[in-house]
């Protein structure tokens, strides 16, 4: 599991936005991403063990089933957006403003 990696909590948390902006925000952008480079899914049923992990260290959401890590790079990209719009919004959920 590489540290560097960012969770959507980890996320939310670092953007001061409520729980699921950054997801709401990877959605949008995941078309344009490709998987194990930008980002990595980890599935309940293959990746169980990574995913209590993450779990018991509190930077995943405990009622996740499968989980999404973010390339460094793309975790700083989408920390951006979602800093952004919050400032754009005067403090209100970066889903608002669509």
């Known amino acids: 599991m590489n540290p560097n990696w960012l969770s959507f909590k980890q996320l939310d948390e670092a ?4 729980k699921g902006e950054a997801f709401r925000a990877f959605r949008r952008l995941e078309q344009h991403w490709r998987q194990d480079r930008d980002y990595r899914l980890l599935r309940s049923d293959l990746d169980a063990v ?13 009622s996740s089933a499968n989980v999404v890590l973010l390339a460094p790079a793309r975790a700083e990209q989408l920390l951006a957006i979602l800093r952004s719009a919050t400032i754009a919004d005067g403090g209100a959920s970066a889903q608002q403003q669509q």
């Open 50 to 62: 990574e995913i209590s992990e993450l779990k018991r260290s509190g930077q995943v959401y405990r």
């Open 15 to 18: 953007a001061e936005v409520p």
